[in-house]
């Protein structure tokens, strides 16, 4: 199929031709369409900074909006699925010295975070709902594993 170029068209106007999908013959090699998309991709990342921050920046301020835009909600489950508390739970175990170093600070709903991001509960059932308590027993944990100084 042969495709009438226009000397107006730029790379992304032939593209959207039909290159993409294979339609098109033209000379563009696939390693160009390559190189392409790796531009692209370089492009949209730098577009994002939050691509360039810090860990501890990242963390602070999905914390910082999940805690805004939760504040008014008194069921843990509704506030655990709010994106940035998934976003940080999405961080892995990077986001753990981040999360200890909160509960030094005061007692906050990171207890599912925790169970999320480590696989384990090492909460006894007796102590169950005594935010205090729990979260001594997970700064505990945390120092044993290396995340908390």
């Given amino acids: 199929m042969a495709l009438a170029l226009s000397p107006h068209l730029n790379y992304d ?3 959207d031709k039909g290159i993409r ?3 098109v013959e033209t ?6 369409r390559n190189l ?3 531009f692209d991709t370089t ?10 921050t810090t860990l501890r920046t990242r963390f602070y301020n999905l914390a910082a909006t999940w805690e805004h835009e939760t504040m008014h909600l008194s ?11 998934q976003e940080i739970i999405g ?18 709903d990171w207890f599912w975070a925790l169970n999320a991001i480590t696989g384990i ?11 205090e308590a729990m979260a001594r027993i997970w700064l505990e944990w945390g120092r044993t594993h290396g995340y908390v100084r």
């Fill in 13 to 15: 106007d032939v593209l």
């Fill in 21 to 23: 999908d294979n339609k």
């Fill in 27 to 32: 000379g563009i090699s696939e390693t160009a």
């Fill in 36 to 38: 392409k998309e790796e």
């Fill in 43 to 52: 492009e949209a990342h730098y577009e994002k900074p939050i691509t360039r």
């Fill in 75 to 85: 069921d843990i489950h509704k506030k655990s699925l709010h994106p940035a508390y």
């Fill in 91 to 108: 961080m892995g175990e990077d986001a753990l010295p981040f999360i200890f170093e909160e509960f030094k600070k005061a007692t906050r």
């Fill in 121 to 131: 509960d090492p909460i006894p059932k007796d102590v169950r709902g005594d935010k």
